[in-house]
């Protein structure tokens, strides 16, 4: 008698154990839901970088998930790959680090070094564009099948599918622009840079541009104000170390009236997102993604885009 009440309650745990893992697999193949029970619209997977820059520009759109340079977590980070994962996958943006070399073009690359990410040495900016991209891109200590891409390459492989966060690490702001602008992709890509570092012509370079995205980044709610005071701005990178003071009900509600979306990293350990990083969302992703939409950020730069989306879709999250 004891075994077969045993045998029942092992089919039924393990009948339990494949629902859930069916369940499982459903959410993480449709990359976006259509709606969520509070009324924000969320992307579907495939969604068009016409369709994704207009949710980045309203600020009521969908809450957006940024793959960190790229989806890197099976490709070399920066590659062309990466991008190709984010589309498959159904993330909206990418982030992509933009470094200039010696003779002026501009490469994909995080470090002013290529060291970490190639198999070959020297600073980027003192080295040809020839010498780098005949680099082969590895990740960690495996090689990759791909070559360090220029940033044209990125963009025409995103081109109509994806848009690009372009994070300028080295090279002037006006003379990216203009590359971008002579593909016609500016309605591609998202340009960022730390608010108080921006020299005085590149602030009204940015502010006389029609078609620039652009978002301000920065590290307190007296430059918040800085930047948003002098022009508007459809979303606003805030930096969380050690302080939650861009996230209080002040600061909200001035987002709100500017129109302005929030824009947090969760990456790793969360250094930039007050210790709820990515290290802790893939054991606790309520108490990071979800608290963080919970409390009106509406765009997530992570490590780990797939787990994020996962996450918000099951929560049914919205700030709204």
């Known amino acids: 008698m004891m075994n077969s009440i045993g045998s029942i309650w092992a089919r039924r745990f393990l009948l339990a154990c494949v629902v859930v893992f069916a369940a499982s697999l459903t959410t993480f193949g449709t990359a976006w839901a259509t709606a969520d029970p509070a009324g924000r619209v969320v992307l579907p997977s495939g969604a068009s970088a016409k369709e994704i820059r207009e949710e980045l520009l309203d600020p009521n759109g969908a809450i957006l998930i940024v793959a960190h340079r790229g989806h890197h977590q099976s490709v ?8 190709e994962a984010c589309i498959s996958e159904g993330i909206p943006i990418a982030e992509i680090d ?16 290529v060291d970490r990410t190639t198999f070959g040495s020297g600073r980027v900016e003192e080295m040809s564009s020839d010498e780098v991209l005949a680099l082969q891109l590895r990740s960690g200590v495996r090689a990759q099948a791909e070559r360090v891409p220029t940033l044209v390459e990125a963009l025409e492989a995103s ?15 006006g003379e990216l622009m203009e590359l971008v602008r002579s593909l016609g992709m500016m309605d591609h890509c998202v340009f ?16 006389g541009a029609d078609d620039v995205v652009f978002m301000p980044i920065v590290e307190s709610f007296e430059e918040a104000r800085s930047a948003l005071d002098g022009g508007r ?33 969760t990456l ?28 009106g950020v509406t765009m997530l730069q992570t490590d780990l885009p797939e787990l994020a989306i996962r996450s918000l879709r099951e929560a049914g999250a919205s700030p709204r």
Do not use: C
């Open 76 to 83: 070399a980070e920066n590659s062309i790959a990466s991008l």
């Open 268 to 295: 790793r350990d969360g250094y930039l997102s007050d210790g709820r990083g990515d290290h802790q969302g893939v054991f606790d992703p309520d108490e990071t993604y979800l608290w963080f939409v919970e409390r």
């Open 233 to 265: 701005f459809p979303a606003i990178e805030i930096l969380l170390r050690d302080n939650l003071d861009l996230l209080v009900p002040e600061a909200r509600s001035y987002f709100d009236s500017r129109g302005t979306r929030i824009w947090v990293n």
């Open 192 to 207: 960022k840079a730390r608010w108080s570092r921006l020299r005085d012509d590149e602030r009204r370079l940015l502010l």
């Open 98 to 113: 933009v470094r200039r070399t010696a003779n002026g073009v501009y490469v994909l690359m995080h470090d002013s070094t």
């Open 159 to 173: 081109r109509g599918r994806l848009m690009l966060n372009l994070d300028l690490k080295s090279g002037e702001l």
